[in-house]
């Protein structure tokens, strides 16, 4: 009498998810993502309102050779309130996906670049890098959020090309 029991070695994950079920899964991530970006834009777009939000965005803005010149021409809160503006027109583009692909791809694009800028903070702002700068955990999410931007956008410009295909233009 054998008491050994074979264990088998292969998941069947194909047959628990499948194709069709893995698919709707990353539609629904996609989404998710795709609108929990388009939240933390509002959030922090808003946020650039406030007069405390534009103190403490006025040390990254300061020394940022790509930004420092609001400062020249605009007030803390007005080069604040830009910012803010810019956050909340890229969320709206982004949330157009249901409605334009095109559009939506155009926010993520913009999103992408809005990201890179920011993340460059952490070497243009004085002391950034370091773990115990106020705003390192501030800017470091800023590469999740990048991720974020470049996923929706691939597949809102994935779903563009396909609408012009589908149309028979390029």
């Known amino acids: 009498m054998s008491t050994r029991v074979e264990a088998r070695t292969e998941f069947p994950a194909s047959n628990i998810f499948g194709y069709t079920r893995a698919r709707a899964l990353e539609a629904v991530g996609t989404q998710v993502l795709r609108y929990g970006l388009v939240l933390v834009l509002v959030l922090f777009g808003i946020s650039k309102f406030t007069a405390a939000e534009a103190e403490a965005i006025k040390p990254l803005v300061t020394n940022s050779p790509i930004m420092s010149w609001m400062y020249g021409v605009l007030s803390d809160q007005g080069a604040s309130r830009l910012i803010g503006s810019i956050e909340l027109i890229i969320a709206v583009l982004i949330a157009a996906r249901p409605v334009s692909a095109r559009a939506s791809t155009i926010g993520s694009a913009l999103a992408v670049g809005m990201f890179l800028t920011t993340l460059s903070f952490l070497f243009s702002t004085p002391g950034a890098l370091g773990a115990t700068h106020p705003a390192h ?21 994935r779903a563009t090309t396909e609408e012009s295909e589908a149309r028979g233009r390029p």
């Open 137 to 157: 955990g501030f800017l470091l999410k800023d590469i999740v959020l990048l991720a974020a931007a470049i996923a929706t956008g691939t597949e809102a410009l």
